[in-house]
């Protein structure tokens, strides 16, 4: 069952979502000595990663023992304006003293199955072979219903081997790498950030209107053991 929580405004939803995070981290570092966590491109989440990187997140954060991954990109150089890496970069990592080696990026400038491969091998190094399960998936919803890379009508939708996969986006005209559904319902943790009136239709579509993930890709986030939250402001709530 998913935990709504509404806020004022989207600026305390960014705090809150900071504080989130750093709950989480603090929780899986005491549970497991680290906290994995893969980020949302977008614009929505900028201002959270903004908080995270200010001196009073430093205090609370061991960034020793965080390792940051993406739960998509697009096909880009990293130093690109559409990079989801450059976004949380500019925003919070060049701030922030987390260890590169902690940085998981995936390489949007590689051929798009190259850099799925090589982002699924890098996921499976990293987690034991028998539970790639990340602590927390931060995800946006776009005003489509997509979150992360899969979109409506993509094959992404029902893709249920893979964990990460390279697909081509007609709606877009360019390709994307994106966890699939498979990864994310397999995390601890996944809590979606969203923001806006623009995006109150959808939302109560996907939250209260049945389930046609076909066209409302974010309802295929159901996690089998994780937790589901969703942070919005009362803007995006509007028809809840
Ligand atoms: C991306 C994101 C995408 C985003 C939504 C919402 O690469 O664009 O992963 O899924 O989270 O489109 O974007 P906004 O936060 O900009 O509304």
């Given at each position: 069952m998913a935990i709504i929580q509404t806020h004022p405004s989207s600026d305390e939803l960014a705090h809150a979502a900071a504080d989130h995070f750093a709950t989480l981290a603090q929780e899986a570092i005491h549970d497991h000595g680290k906290f994995s966590v893969a980020l949302a491109g977008g614009s929505t989440p900028r201002a959270t990663y903004e908080i995270l990187a200010t001196i009073e997140y430093a205090q609370k954060i061991n960034w020793e023992r965080v390792h940051v991954f993406w739960g998509d990109e697009r096909l880009v150089p990293p130093d690109h304006q559409d990079s989801n890496y450059r976004m949380a970069s500019e925003a919070m990592l060049k701030v922030i003293p987390i260890p590169n080696e902690n940085i998981h990026r995936i390489h949007g400038?590689?051929?798009?199955?190259?850099?799925?491969?090589?982002?699924?091998?890098?996921?499976?190094?990293?987690?034991?072979?028998?539970?790639?399960?990340?602590?927390?998936?931060?995800?946006?919803?776009?005003?489509?219903?997509?979150?992360?890379?899969?979109?409506?009508?993509?094959?992404?939708?029902?893709?249920?081997?893979?964990?990460?996969?390279?697909?081509?986006?007609?709606?877009?005209?360019?390709?994307?790498?994106?966890?699939?559904?498979?990864?994310?319902?397999?995390?601890?943790?996944?809590?979606?950030?969203?923001?806006?009136?623009?995006?109150?239709?959808?939302?109560?579509?996907?939250?209260?209107g049945p389930y046609q993930p076909e066209i409302l890709p974010s309802q295929v986030v159901r996690p089998s053991q994780g937790r589901l939250r969703w942070l919005v402001d009362e803007a995006a709530a509007l028809h809840l």
């Open positions: 400038e590689a051929k798009p199955h190259d850099a799925a491969r090589e982002y699924a091998e890098t996921i499976r190094d990293f987690f034991n072979p028998h539970s790639t399960s990340i602590d927390l998936i931060l995800l946006g919803m776009g005003d489509d219903g997509h979150t992360a890379s899969i979109f409506p009508g993509t094959e992404a939708v029902f893709e249920d081997s893979l964990n990460v996969m390279a697909h081509y986006v007609e709606k877009l005209n360019s390709w994307r790498i994106t966890f699939t559904p498979r990864l994310i319902n397999a995390a601890q943790n996944v809590t979606f950030l969203v923001s806006g009136e623009r995006k109150a239709r959808r939302l109560r579509q996907v939250l209260v």
